[in-house]
C-alpha cells in the first residue's frame, strides 16, 4: 500500500518560512519524480515544484521561483519543500505527489502522477 504523508504545515506571518516535508512508503521510491501541489479553496489544484529522480533537476512554477526550493533523499524516502519569504497568496493545502513511472510529458499536470498525500494546512497571514 502506497502511503504519502506530509508534515510540517501552520500558519506562519507573511515573508516567514516553512519546510514541508513528505514521507513515502510501499513504492520504489528512486523511480518516481517528485512533486507538491497545491490547492486554495474555491481553486484548481496548482501544480508548484517537482524534483526528478536522482534530485539533479527541478522545476517550478514562476510565482515561487526564487522562494520555494524542492528536495529529495532517496536515502530515507523523503521529499521537502523548503519556502522561504511566503505571502498570503501561498495559503493552501499542499499536497505530495509521485510520478508516473512513464510520464505524460505533462509534468504540471494532475494527471502525469500516480500517488497523491493527504496534504498540509500553510497559512500565511498578512
Known amino acids: 500500500q502506497v502511503q504519502l504523508v506530509e508534515s510540517g504545515g501552520g500558519l506562519v506571518q507573511a515573508g516567514g518560512s516553512l519546510r514541508l516535508s513528505c514521507a513515502a512508503s510501499?513504492?520504489?521510491?528512486?523511480?518516481?519524480?517528485m512533486a507538491w501541489f497545491r490547492q486554495a479553496p474555491g481553486k484548481e489544484r496548482e501544480f508548484v515544484a517537482r524534483?526528478?529522480?536522482?534530485?539533479?533537476?527541478?522545476y517550478y512554477t514562476d510565482s515561487v521561483k526564487g522562494r520555494f526550493t524542492i528536495t529529495r533523499d532517496n536515502t530515507k524516502n523523503t521529499v521537502e519543500l523548503q519556502m522561504n519569504n511566503l505571502k498570503y497568496e501561498d495559503t493552501a493545502v499542499y499536497l505530495c505527489a509521485a510520478g508516473a513511472l512513464i510520464s505524460t510529458g505533462k509534468v504540471r499536470a494532475s494527471s502525469d502522477y500516480d500517488y497523491w498525500g493527504q496534504g498540509t494546512q500553510v497559512t500565511v497571514s498578512s
Open positions: 524534483v526528478s529522480r536522482s534530485g539533479g533537476a527541478s
Open positions: 510501499g513504492l520504489t521510491f528512486k523511480t518516481r519524480p
